[in-house]
Nanobody, 124 residues
Framework: QVRLLETGGGYVQAGGSLRLSCAISGITFSIYAMGWFRQAPGKEREFVAAIDWNGDNTDYADFVEGRFTISRDNAKLAMYLQMNNMKPEDTAVYYC?????????????????WGQGTQVTVSS
């Protein structure tokens, strides 16, 4: 059974930082591309960042503007999202997801497995 578990969400003031983690089990993690998405209340789920199977290639949404960094540790079966200089508009539920392939995807439909999400709230 494939499981993705996000941790690290919470409450932070604008300008602050959070580091999200995604622990994966049940798949051969090292061969799959991974991604982070988010969904704010009343809005559709949107792409945040993605990383290919070995971490050599990454992609970010335009709104990231250099503030976030995606990374992975295949030995630990984990993926991370370091978020710095956070803004109130970053408030959302953040989801990690796994593709059924090694290349980066930026669309929700590119991903097969999803976590339950972790709430991130940024106050102004």
């Amino acid at each position: 059974q494939v499981r993705l578990l996000e941790t690290g969400g919470g409450y932070v003031q604008a300008g602050g930082s959070l580091r999200l983690s995604c622990a994966i089990s049940g798949i051969t993690f090292s061969i799959y591309a991974m991604g982070w998405f988010r969904q704010a209340p009343g809005k559709e789920r949107e792409f945040v960042a993605a990383i290919d199977w070995n971490g050599d290639n990454t992609d970010y949404a335009d709104f990231v503007e250099g503030r976030f960094t995606i990374s992975r540790d295949n030995a630990k079966l984990a993926m991370y999202l370091q978020m710095n200089n956070m803004k109130p508009e970053d408030t959302a539920v953040y989801y990690c997801a796994s593709r059924n392939g090694g290349r980066i995807g930026t669309r929700s439909q590119d991903y097969v497995y999803w976590g339950q999400g972790t709430q991130v709230t940024v106050s102004s």
